[in-house]
């Protein structure tokens, strides 16, 4: 089992900057992929990025493509993600997952584990 633990959210103007991050551990050899997902006030989880534990190759949802940038530090088990330029719709809960199987990267049923999350409200 993989544990999970999201910091650094919090509140900004639109067009600010928040970089979250995520903890791991526990059974960290079996991770093959980290995700973070979202899921604003009366919407459905979505995905929005996700990083290759081992060779650390990326995807992005389309919107935050350019703004947003996912990165791990192996040495540390942790996940961040840097968000500039944020938008109001950015506002939401912030998820970190992990996949130690196979699946769809963007689709939440392929992560096993999840942390309790971190709220980013974007302000206007």
């Known amino acids: 089992q993989v544990q999970l633990v999201e910091s650094g959210g919090g509140s900004v103007q639109t067009g600010g900057s928040l970089r979250l991050s995520c903890a791991a551990s526990?059974?960290?050899?079996?991770?093959?992929?980290m995700g973070w997902f979202r899921q604003g006030p009366g919407r459905e989880r979505e995905f929005v990025a996700a990083?290759?534990?081992?060779?650390?190759?990326?995807v992005y949802k389309g919107s935050v493509k350019g703004r947003f940038t996912i990165s791990r530090d192996n040495n540390k088990n942790t996940v961040y993600l840097q968000m500039n330029n944020l938008k109001s719709e950015d506002t939401a809960a912030y998820y970190c997952a992990s996949r130690t199987a196979v699946g769809d990267l963007t689709r939440a049923e392929s992560y096993a584990s999840w942390g309790q999350g971190t709220q980013v409200t974007v302000a206007s």
């Open positions: 990083i290759g534990w081992s060779a650390g190759n990326t």
């Open positions: 526990g059974r960290i050899s079996t991770i093959n992929w």
